[in-house]
Each structure stands twice: as structure tokens, then as C-alpha cells.
């Protein structure tokens, strides 16, 4: 099926169209929940949830822009409101002034798997970590990111710093850099 098929089987409530949907997808709204999420039970559950608001909400895509991208941003809505939930930036660290990586620690960094980076940011608290997979992976400005958050520019801003300065911590004690 092409990805057009998909979305007229999908509006029409076809179950193969579904399925076939979810297949195609599944597994990278998965990493999208992830990223947001440790547990992988709880990650989990987030795709279902995202699905089940995909195939509801899939007569509101209009054609604009990758279907993709749009679906990414239902999953990355559904982990915000499970997050939202649980007030993610209460766990958050203290942290005292700006700090920025040096050309050193980036070039490590760019060493490093993709999977070693993940496991490193799944290590950061939950609050850190949304921050940090909006702006920086997901590329929401900071103005975005507070108005998704419910919180301000400024924390946001903050947030992402001390994140950095925490996955930065991280990766020294786990020796990557």
C-alpha cells in the first residue's frame, strides 16, 4: 500500500490499513516515546495510546508537510501529556550558572554510538531529559517548548542548560568522555 492508501484505508476505518499503519510506524513512534520515557513498559503503552489518537485524529491531516513528521508529533503530544501528568521538572537538579561543552567533550560526543548517546540521555531525570529530546532532537524553539510544557522561555532555557551539564556528567562517570 502507498502511505496515500494507507490514510484513505485509515479514514474509511479499514482494519488492514491500520495494521499496515502501524507496522510502517510502529517501531519509530516507539523511539519517539523512548526518548521520553525509561520504562519500556510505560513506552509502550504511549504507542498505543499515540496510535489510538493517530487513527482518530488522521482525518485531520491536511497533506502539509511529511505524514511522518505529523505523526511524530502526536507521540511526541501523547509522551507530553503523560509527562505533563507527573510534573517532570519537579525531580529537577540545581545547578549554578551556564556551562557549555568544550570542543574536546563535542568531538567525544561525536565519537560516541547512538546507542551509547540514548542510554546516556535515558540516565538524565525525566524533566531534563523531555527538555532537552524537544529542543535539541526534536528542534522546538524554546518558545515552543514552554508553551508545550506550561512553563516559561526562561525555564526552559535553564532546563536544557543543566540538562546538558548533567548528561555531560554522565558521560564522564561513564568514562565516554
Not at 524533566?127 to 529530546?133: M, Q
Not at 548533567?166 to 554522565?170: F, M, N, P, R, Y
Given at each position: 500500500m502507498t502511505e496515500q492508501e494507507i490514510i484513505e484505508?485509515?479514514?474509511?476505518g479499514n482494519a488492514s490499513a491500520r495494521r499496515e499503519l502501524y507496522e510502517r510506524y510502529g517501531g519509530a513512534m516507539y523511539g519517539v516515546c523512548?526518548?521520553?520515557v525509561k520504562d519500556p513498559a510505560t513506552a509502550e503503552?504511549?504507542?498505543h495510546d499515540g496510535f489510538i489518537t493517530l487513527y482518530t485524529k488522521i482525518g485531520e491531516f491536511r497533506g502539509e508537510g511529511s505524514f511522518e513528521g505529523w505523526c511524530r508529533r502526536i507521540f511526541v503530544n501523547t509522551a507530553l501529556g503523560y509527562l505533563r501528568k507527573r510534573n517532570p521538572l519537579s525531580e529537577s537538579d540545581q545547578i549554578e550558572g551556564m556551562y557549555s561543552l568544550s570542543?574536546?567533550?563535542?568531538?567525544?560526543v561525536e565519537k560516541m554510538s547512538a546507542d551509547e548517546l540514548l542510554e546516556c540521555i535515558g540516565e538524565l531525570p525525566e524533566?531534563?531529559?523531555?527538555?532537552?529530546?524537544l529542543y535539541a532532537v526534536e528542534g522546538y524553539s524554546h518558545k515552543e517548548v514552554a508553551e508545550m510544557m506550561g512553563i516559561s522561555e526562561n525555564t526552559s532555557r535553564s532546563q536544557y542548560s543543566r540538562a546538558r551539564v548533567?548528561?555531560?556528567?554522565?558521560m564522564k562517570n561513564k568514562e565516554l568522555i
Open positions: 484505508g485509515c479514514r474509511k523512548r526518548r521520553y503503552d504511549l504507542l570542543d574536546r567533550q563535542v568531538t567525544a524533566g531534563y531529559r523531555t527538555i532537552l529530546n548533567k548528561l555531560t556528567e554522565i
